[in-house]
């Protein structure tokens, strides 16, 4: 049985509930293997969808970044990126634009069907971006290690750095950045680093956690973060108070999404995959069927639900893409 620690309470594994709410855990899906990939790909990090004819999943080997199309239920390469294009570390698409970030502060743009490099202003890694709109988005990244965190605005005018290093204490690197709307964003990153704009101003958050963050999801009801790299760490926002619950078994998460049901599930290390109630903490192991670590989930709005991944820490670079099934 898996444990996890909510402040102070206890959560029983795979079928188990909360001792502080009575919530029956979810059902548990099943997951096969959409797309395998060794090092001509490399490993896939990220993957968005506005709908089912449009869903696109971006990676690579650090110096050769990659997309891949979903077309009639099969991965496509896309061949149209612009040269050199590092590895892409996150997509996001507004309307009909699509922006990706990646390795040594790439920014690539598709827009009018067009991929075009965009002038980030940085070297260091780039991590994440989302946006309210087009002309309203958001880049975060930081290469750690001494370093300072990266928070990048993008008005339409082109891509600038914001300061808010009177806000981010200690933290080297900002991992990914997400929001509801204009003014209701959120970054996180190492140290357990939560910061919230209000459409005026960047605002640290009191954390439960020292953990390093590194994937956030969220709908009306609540946020839910995902991280750790020793062990899994959880954080759900709700009601405007963070809990966290600790994984002491698992060695650490990297995605999150809330599907419409307000499911939340968490994807990590090991091919961990953990779905949990709408209310309360009551949680179920998925069996994903692989080793590599999963990096991101995501549920296509009326098509399937993925997770990407690979091996991307250490040589060889490979990649992997699960369906779930039904």
């Known amino acids: 049985m898996t444990t996890g620690t909510d402040t102070g309470t206890i959560t029983q594994g795979s079928g188990g509930s909360s001792t502080t709410f009575d919530v029956e855990p979810p059902e548990p899906h099943g997951w096969t293997v959409s797309a395998e990939y060794g090092e001509d790909v490399g490993a896939i990090f990220s993957i968005w969808a506005d709908g089912p004819g449009s869903v696109i999943a971006v990676g690579g080997q650090p110096l050769q970044g990659v997309a891949l199309e979903y077309v009639d239920e099969a991965w496509v390469r896309v061949t149209d990126l612009p040269e050199p294009v590092p590895r892409l570390s996150w997509i996001h698409g507004v309307g009909e634009m699509r922006v990706a970030v990646g390795y040594f502060g790439v920014v690539i743009q598709r827009q009018d ?3 075009e490099h965009r002038q980030s202003g940085v070297d260091a890694p780039l991590w994440g971006v989302w946006g309210a709109s087009e002309d309203d988005l958001w880049a975060v990244g930081g290469g750690g290690e001494g370093g300072a965190p990266i928070l990048l605005h993008d008005d339409g005018d082109g891509w600038s750095e914001v300061d808010v290093s009177g806000v981010v204490g200690k933290s080297t690197a900002l991992f990914k950045v997400w929001g509801r709307s204009a003014d209701d964003v959120y970054a996180i990153g190492s140290g357990g680093l939560i910061l919230h704009y209000d459409g005026v101003a960047w605002s640290a958050q ?4 020292g953990s390093t963050l590194i994937g956030i999801a969220g709908d009306d009801d609540e946020v839910v973060i995902a991280g750790g790299r020793g062990s899994g760490v959880v954080l759900r ?9 600790g994984f002491p ?3 650490g998460f990297d995605g999150a999404w809330i599907d419409e049901e307000g499911y939340p ?3 990590g290390r090991r091919g961990f995959i953990g779905r949990f109630a709408a209310d309360g903490v009551a949680w179920t192991r998925e069996e994903s069927g692989v080793s590599y670590e999963l990096h991101t989930i995501l549920g296509v709005p009326d098509g399937p639900v993925f997770a990407v991944g690979g091996h991307f820490d250490s040589t060889p670079y490979t990649g992997v893409i699960l369906r779930r099934l039904p």
């Open 265 to 267: 599930t968490v994807v």
């Open 237 to 245: 926002q709700i009601g405007g108070e963070w809990r966290r619950l």
């Open 206 to 209: 009191e954390s439960p956690t």
């Open 113 to 115: 069907g067009v991929w």
């Open 249 to 251: 078994e698992d060695e």
